[in-house]
């Protein structure tokens, strides 16, 4: 049965003619079971995280591996807290060749693909997990592209033994997008220059679902899209207090002009963007520094008919039940904890000064050591500061965002309040 399933899927992405969306957690894991239940020779996976929520997939490999295919796994050598042990041994009790990826050449591979006996080519927006498929809206994409299938086959190869590859004309797009070497430089990746190109072309519309927004290039270059009259809707999770991941750049993007909207009734695991209802980019590319120049992502982009389809609905149902605010602006103090939560709004925060910090003519009053929230004073302000450390005070201000830290900028005395 679970073979006839695997053939049957198989058919059917040969009839439809061009790659397959699938949608998490709307669609499961059982077709993911069902591709490598119908695997031949071969398996290759890249993988930032495997858990042991998903053992069932390490089943699915050891039935692989059991009837002769060959499965090689990389996986991250540190996703945050190391690979589960038990996925590891499972795996390499099952027969599959593991390797995790070199610290050396990558700070994180965070692509999530697998290659299917050189025919075809599985990537992902979500890890081996089990929230992946129960929790979080992922997206994922099935091709049989030949073009695809043989540039990725290359990049795991060159993985696979930590060997640099060009991949500025790849028609994947990939991450990092560096330069290696001096005297024979090789243009490693193409990430950037392909999304901002994605979105510099957009005439009327972009929609994007996004797990992580920090990067300066790409905020700059969608409020360009607003100021020349398209319409950007962007759509992220929730942030918890203190998470600064999505939500200041989302918020100055919506002072620009974008609509932005936070989801509450599943967490946007997602990384992707549909431009003009024309062409979609679904990857693994989070939208910061991070994930374009230092780590190993993978991304397409996608012009078929059915996936911009089921693509639009999925997007316009997560932002038919999402909100448009991160939260109301308080009618009483707030801890300096929750400065974040109320980025962009006018409130008062209290808490006790632990030190101030001087530099280019700034006072930054600081709370904790970690300076997870500031108050900023210009020296030309004539406030004294010195006296207020140690003390718990009031200040009352608009909530901005600098390098990923709420502040609030103090001109005037009348913004400060000695509570004790």
């Known amino acids: 049965m679970r073979r006839f399933f695997a053939l049957f899927l198989l058919l059917g992405l040969a009839l439809a003619g061009g790659p397959r969306l699938f949608v998490a957690p709307d669609d499961g894991a059982g077709y993911l079971k069902a591709l490598i239940d119908g695997a031949q020779k071969s398996i290759d996976i890249k993988m930032y995280l495997w858990t042991r929520g998903r053992l069932d997939l390490v089943e ?79 997206y994922a994409v099935l091709s049989d592209d030949p073009a695809w299938v043989r540039e990725a086959a290359r990049v795991f190869a060159a993985d696979w033994e930590e060997k640099p590859l060009p991949l500025k004309d790849a028609r994947l797009i990939w991450s990092p997008e560096r330069v290696l070497g001096f005297l024979h430089p090789v243009f490693e990746g193409n990430a950037r220059t392909r999304l901002l190109a994605l979105i510099r072309g957009a005439k009327k519309e972009i929609w994007i679902e996004q797990n992580g927004f920090t990067d300066e290039e790409i905020y700059r270059t969608l409020k360009a899209a607003l100021e020349r009259g398209v319409k950007v809707r962007l759509l992220g999770s929730k942030p918890r207090p203190g998470d600064t991941y999505f939500a200041p750049l989302a918020e100055r993007l919506s002072r620009a002009g974008a609509e932005v909207r936070y989801a509450t009734h599943l967490k946007i695991h997602a990384k992707a963007m549909l431009i003009d209802g024309r062409r979609a980019f679904v990857g693994s590319q989070n939208f910061t520094p991070t994930a374009l120049e230092a780590n190993r992502e993978l991304g397409g982009v996608l012009e078929q008919e059915a996936v911009l389809a089921r693509l639009k609905a999925t997007f316009a149902y997560d932002w038919a039940r999402a909100s448009a605010a991160l939260a109301p602006a308080p009618t009483r103090p707030i801890p300096w904890q929750e400065a974040a939560k109320y980025l962009g709004q006018l409130v008062v925060v209290e808490g006790r000064v632990l030190g101030v910090d001087e530099s280019r003519g700034l006072f930054k009053l600081y709370f904790d050591p970690h300076r997870r929230f500031v108050v900023v004073v210009p020296k030309d302000a004539g406030i004294p500061v010195e006296g207020l450390v140690n003390k718990c005070i009031r200040v009352t201000g608009r909530i901005s965002e600098y390098r990923g830290r709420p502040e609030i900028w103090v001109k005037s005395p009348y913004q400060l309040e000695v509570v004790r």
């Open 60 to 138: 699915a490999i050891a039935r692989a591996t059991g009837r002769g295919v060959r499965v090689r796994v990389l996986l991250d050598h540190d996703p945050g807290h190391g690979q589960d042990p038990l996925v590891l041994e499972r795996l390499q009790a099952a027969g599959a060749e593991v390797r995790l990826s070199s610290p050396l050449r990558f700070l994180n591979l965070h692509e999530k693909s697998m290659l299917i006996d050189g025919r075809r080519l599985w990537f992902s927006t979500g890890n081996f997990t089990k929230s992946t498929f129960t929790k979080n809206r992922e």
